[in-house]
């Protein structure tokens, strides 16, 4: 009978206590969760009425809004309502934090000077990843960026002119392209890949409103 | 949106799916179906098998510790093979090498040596050479020399005879009886007759092939027992990998027995998600803006309080417990105490981003002090202006690690903030304890509520103690007594585990401090340990970016009541060792003690453990000390394999906590060790340069 009881104020009472403990991780990650988690800094920037991106998973199709939570120089940095964070550098995808593959880095200055003029060429472009084994491991690809012609985006209920870019992209063991909606110099939609992980990922930038 | 979590949702199992297809055979190896094969598994692999042919049942664990080199750990049942001894059934444990001398090429086939069971009680015992060619993209070909089990059916005299009339004749392997198993057997690698043996597999399409073998295997001593029919030398059989990286294999042995298997093979270094679930870092604001912050704003001398609270629960944050502050013309000084990041470089990154997100803009050094219990271990320098530059570098990562500053800190923290000290921690967990080899019963548990709480006056100091209350399990029935020859320092671990109230598991004072420059001391008092309590002292010299670590310790104990409560029983004894660490790179790491075991016995303790910078850990010891092998008993002397998880492995969200085993085949009275917690290796290492290094690609995730 001690027994029963002892194990009744046990389930009650385990994992209580101020020190972390196995299983409470594990028990987090086995849980089905029960709702969109949102944290707190993304629902600042909902209040303050920050611009906001249409962001999508291409092979997934799963897709929805983040917000601009810092701007510095060229960088723009773009939260998730679960905290990740997209890094972008004048529209060309930088880096992923909390989201995939573990983009760290990219140096892509070539593909955007092409892109941005409307010019064809060959490029090279430069990722780092994060490995399994916690090592930035960086690879470059040749990139061809040929010019598509023009296109006509809906934006809105407004038709824009836009130029359509595509850049090829390979190296010994992976390859991929990506596709820009370039109008007055500046990326307006596009799809770019952010490692094997996730994929493609298409990037709109909203309206100032949400 | 829940863009994160749904768009991985498809991946939620546990697992990770392989890259390359590996098959095993039952015997948990690269192989076909009974027989190996030159092939090897990727480097740093586990695989884990189980398999069941008939009556037998085996549990492998092989793990790739080279490139060309894999280790393999087996745990058999054979169901009624000792009829009327304890259950009947056999319990064998066994261990493999294979090592391949060649790979692959376009004209010629991998070629491998190997060693099944050398040094177990022998049912299995046998060594190879083999050699495998993969034909086009489907068929694989196996060919092979056998000696031992691999040459019952079909042998002929060794070739090796030519060399010496040593290798004509294979002695008994059991003829030494119990107490000799655990000893190496090399008196009969080689030796005996030898057989060939082959067999092929054929892919038919991605998930599926079949295999085909011709098995020198007769299953004799199986087959005297009434337990195995051997009709044909060809075994046959079909593999079916599942999406998620788990095979499935049935087959035929001999004509007559059916088996089935399941295995699986993961890659400690790949995580299940790369770049991890955690929240992505704060991001840096431009450095000027912060001069407006209210809390750098000079206004009525309460400017400094505001900053360090600000700090503080920006740090909390992150899991970083701050416990002092020093700002002073340009530069900053943080002591921490990480919490969450298994990955130490992480919480650097994380640390430096707080400071040049918080600080005035003219602080232009910062500095993160990491402390364990109060204690400084290590300091991590960055200069503000790296960080702006590199943080979106494209090899930020690589660059922010050549220019930082990791250095010794050992001046003790001049004045904590108010409310570090005193501390006081509790927790209620389950636990769960295992114990193997029983030969009644191959596994035996016990699980039940662990309540531990610690209380901390001050920095190094702690008081803490943790109780156990078991409430199922059936370790305590085991009826097996120890028959050591030795005093039983171990070997009595029934008859504390059949104590099943509330038992002190330990009750300690603890304290650790800096002696000096590279200098760790720790002193600890109470009850140590399940079955030990006394003094505990050690020393630690561990220079901040050495390969090598040296320590002394030196132990009082007496053995405790079985009831684990505050009682004793007579037996104490003196320990001590001195220890040797040394990181050799690539992930090896290598450990020796020398010095006086629990029994009184000198002696010395050979570790080898291969590390992943993610915390998984797979590793061998084994002990020699002066006792004979025939003192010691079964097992002849004390060895065992052992592994650690990373729970953040697992749950992909950061944690300091590690799962982990050892398991020893054998646990008797010889080379035992008092078991102490926080020794100063485990404590120290994490934040010595060698593992922040190992980890600075996470710096500024």
């Given amino acids: ?210 | 949106m829940k863009l994160r979590a749904s768009s991985i949702g498809l991946l939620s199992c546990l697992m990770v799916s392989p890259a390359q297809a590996e098959f095993l055979s039952s015997f948990g190896t690269p192989g076909l179906i009974d027989l190996p094969s030159a092939e090897v598994l990727n480097d740093g692999e586990l695989a884990l098998t189980t398999s069941t042919t008939g009556a037998t049942t085996k549990n492998t664990f092989t793990f790739q510790m080279l490139p060309r080199v894999y280790g393999t750990f087996r745990y058999g049942t054979i169901r009624e093979f000792d009829l009327g001894v304890g259950n009947g059934n056999r319990y064998d444990r066994s261990f493999d090498l294979h090592f391949q001398i060649a790979e692959e090429r376009q004209n010629r086939p991998a070629f491998a040596i190997g060693l099944r069971d050398f040094g177990g009680t022998g049912i299995y015992s046998s060594e190879y050479l083999a050699a495998t060619k993969t034909f086009g993209n489907r068929l694989t070909v196996t060919g092979g020399l056998g000696w031992g089990r691999l040459a019952e059916r079909g042998g002929f005299d060794n070739p090796l005879g030519a060399i010496s009339d040593y290798f004509d004749d294979r002695p008994n392997v059991s003829a030494g009886g119990i107490n000799t198993t655990g000893q190496l057997d090399f008196g009969s690698w080689f030796r005996g007759d030898a057989a060939f043996f082959g067999g092929a597999r054929w892919q038919v399409n991605d998930r599926m092939s079949v295999v085909l073998e011709y098995s020198p295997d007769l299953y004799s001593r199986e087959t005297d027992r009434g337990l195995a029919n051997i009709k044909t030398p060809i075994n046959a059989g079909v593999n079916y990998k599942f999406r998620n990286g788990v095979g499935l294999s049935a087959y035929v042995v001999g004509g007559n027995e059916i088996g089935a298997q399941l295995s699986y093979v993961l890659d400690p270094a790949k995580r299940r998600i790369p770049g991890g679930l955690e929240q992505a870092p704060q991001v840096l604001v431009p450095r000027e803006s912060l001069a407006a912050a209210s809390w750098n704003l000079a206004d009525s001398g309460q400017s400094d309080q505001n900053l360090s609270q600000v700090l503080q629960s920006r740090l909390e944050a992150e899991g970083l417990r701050l416990e002092g502050v020093f700002v002073n013309s340009g530069n900053a000084q943080i002591r921490v105490e990480n919490n969450r990041w298994g990955v130490e470089a992480q919480a650097a990154g994380r640390a430096a981003r707080v400071l040049a997100n918080t600080l005035p803009p003219e602080i232009e050094t910062l500095e993160v002090i990491f402390l364990h219990k109060g204690v400084p271990i290590t300091s991590v320098k960055t200069q503000r202006s790296d960080l702006y530059d590199l943080e979106n570098d494209y090899d930020g990562a690589w660059r922010s690690q050549s220019r930082a500053q990791i250095q010794d800190a050992n001046a003790r923290t001049p004045e904590f903030l108010t409310g570090a000290y005193p501390r006081f921690d509790w927790g209620l967990n389950p636990f769960l304890s295992l114990s193997y080899f029983d030969p009644d019963n191959p596994v035996r548990y016990e699980v039940g509520a662990e309540l531990s709480a610690g209380y901390q006056p001050t920095a190094g100091l702690t008081f803490s103690t943790t109780l156990r209350y078991p409430l199922a399990g059936n370790i305590a029935t085991a009826t097996r007594r120890s028959n050591s020859g030795l005093q039983r320092v171990r070997s009595d671990g029934v008859l504390y585990a059949a104590a099943s109230d509330l038992e002190i598991r330990d009750l300690t004072a603890e304290y650790l401090f800096r002696p000096g420059n590279d200098l760790f001391g720790r002193v600890t008092a109470g009850y140590l340990e399940q079955m030990y309590g006394g003094l505990s002292a050690e020393l630690l010299w561990f220079p901040v970016d050495s390969k090598l670590a040296i320590g002394g310790e030196i132990n009082y104990v007496k053995q405790r009541d079985y009831d684990q409560l505050f009682g004793f029983r007579p037996y104490s004894v003196a320990t001590g060792h001195v220890s040797g660490y040394y990181d050799m790179g690539n992930g090896f790491h290598a450990q020796i003690d020398a010095g006086r075991y629990l029994a009184g016995d000198w002696g010395a303790t050979f570790a080898l453990d291969r590390e992943f910078n993610n915390g998984w850990k797979v590793g061998a010891y084994f002990t020699l000390t002066d006792v004979p092998f025939e003192e010691f008993g079964e097992g002849s002397f004390d060895k065992g394999i052992r592994f650690e998880i990373p729970i953040s492995w697992i749950s992909g969200k950061p944690s300091r906590d590690v799962t982990g085993q050892v398991i020893q085949p054998v646990v008797r009275d010889g080379g035992a060790r008092l078991f102490v917690k926080n020794r100063l290796y485990g404590v120290t290492r994490d934040y010595r340069s060698n593992q922040l290094h190992n980890g600075w690609g996470r710096y500024f995730r």
């Fill in chain 1, 1 to 210: 009978m001690n027994r029963y009881l002892a194990i009744l104020a046990f389930l009650g009472l385990a994992g209580c206590g101020t020190q972390p403990s196995n299983s409470d991780a594990l028990v987090e990650r086995l849980s089905t969760r029960s709702g969109p988690v949102v944290v707190p800094r993304f629902v600042e920037l909902q209040r303050k009425g920050s611009p906001g991106m249409q962001l999508g998973i291409v092979e997934s199709g799963v897709s929805g809004t983040v917000l601009l939570e810092q701007t510095r120089g060229a960088f723009k940095t773009w939260l998730t309502p679960d905290g990740a964070t997209i890094v972008t550098k004048n529209g060309m995808l930088h880096g992923l934090k909390g989201l995939g593959a573990g983009l760290l880095a990219s140096k892509t200055s070539e593909s955007l000077a092409l892109v941005q003029s409307g010019q064809s060429g060959t490029v090279t472009r430069l990722h780092s990843f994060l490995s399994g084994n916690d090592e930035a491991v960086t690879r470059s690809f040749t990139c061809i960026v040929e010019n598509k012609g023009p296109r006509n985006l809906a934006v809105g209920d407004k038709q824009i002119p836009t130029m359509l870019m595509q850049e090829t992209c390979r190296n010994l063991s992976q390859s991929f392209f990506n596709l820009y909606w370039i109008s007055n110099g500046d990326i307006v939609q596009s799809r770019q890949w952010s490692g094997d992980f996730l994929g493609a990922i298409s990037m709109r930038e909203l309206p100032n409103s949400i």
